[in-house]
T-cell receptor, first 114, second 114 residues
């Protein structure tokens, strides 16, 4: 069974640009959630999508957005990048939603904003 | 708001038991306690979760205090492959269907000595 795939693995962007990250969940999983990990703030929850609808949202500005497609693949977009957006972005998939079953994480996308 | 507190680091010897504590004194009655671990250059992986009763699985045991204000992840026989950052996470159910809030601890870096 293939795991959660995140692309790209590494990305360098310039301040002010926008970026789109992709996450392909485990086959059959309908929930995809996104996280930001930084040395200073640790792991923080961004949002969760379930069956193409955003179901939960963390405390991040509107520059961070996402969507989920009918095949459950999800994308996360960050607009007007700031230096502080440099982080490891992780996605996780689960069958019915976080907490009810275990979540499977991808290896993450390392975003560097210069 | 719920909060989780974990020691920054702990050390253990191979083949010995390890007790990783987590304080969550502001936990609410319906908050689940989850543990995930993150190996270097990997996304987090599920370890165990529980609500009120102690839980066991093939990886570990979770001991939850009677007042639920703290919990302990127990690795019965540490191996070198258990060296990782262990995260204690609270999943709080919010009103309105499947809404929830996640609170991440800062994580405990476990070092296992051969």
């Amino acid at each position: 069974k293939a795991g959660v795939t995140q692309t790209p693995r590494y990305l360098i962007k310039t301040r002010g640009q926008q970026v789109t990250l992709s996450c392909s969940p485990i086959s059959g999983h309908r929930s995809v959630s996104w996280y930001q990990q930084t040395p200073g703030q640790g792991l923080q929850f961004l949002f969760e999508y379930f069956s193409e609808t955003q179901r939960n949202k963390g405390n991040f500005p509107g520059r961070f957005s996402g969507r989920q497609f009918s095949n459950s693949r999800s994308e996360m977009n960050v607009s007007t990048l700031e230096l502080g957006d440099s982080a490891l972005y992780l996605c996780a998939s689960s069958g019915t939603g976080w907490g009810d079953t275990e979540a499977f994480f991808g290896q993450g996308t390392r975003l560097t904003v210069v | 708001d719920a909060k989780t507190t974990q020691p920054n680091s702990m050390e253990s010897n191979e083949e010995e038991p390890v007790h990783l504590p987590c304080n969550h004194s502001t936990i609410s009655g319906t908050d689940y306690i989850h543990w995930y671990r993150q190996l270097p250059s990997q996304g987090p992986e599920y370890v165990i979760h529980g609500l009120t009763s102690n839980v066991n699985n093939r990886m570990a045991s979770l001991a939850i205090a009677e007042d639920r204000k703290s919990s302990t992840l127990i690795l019965h026989r540490a191996t070198l492959r258990d060296a990782a950052v262990y995260y204690c996470i609270l999943r709080a159910h919010m009103s309105g269907g499947s809404n929830y809030k996640l609170t991440f601890g800062k994580g405990t870096l476990l070092t296992v000595n051969p």
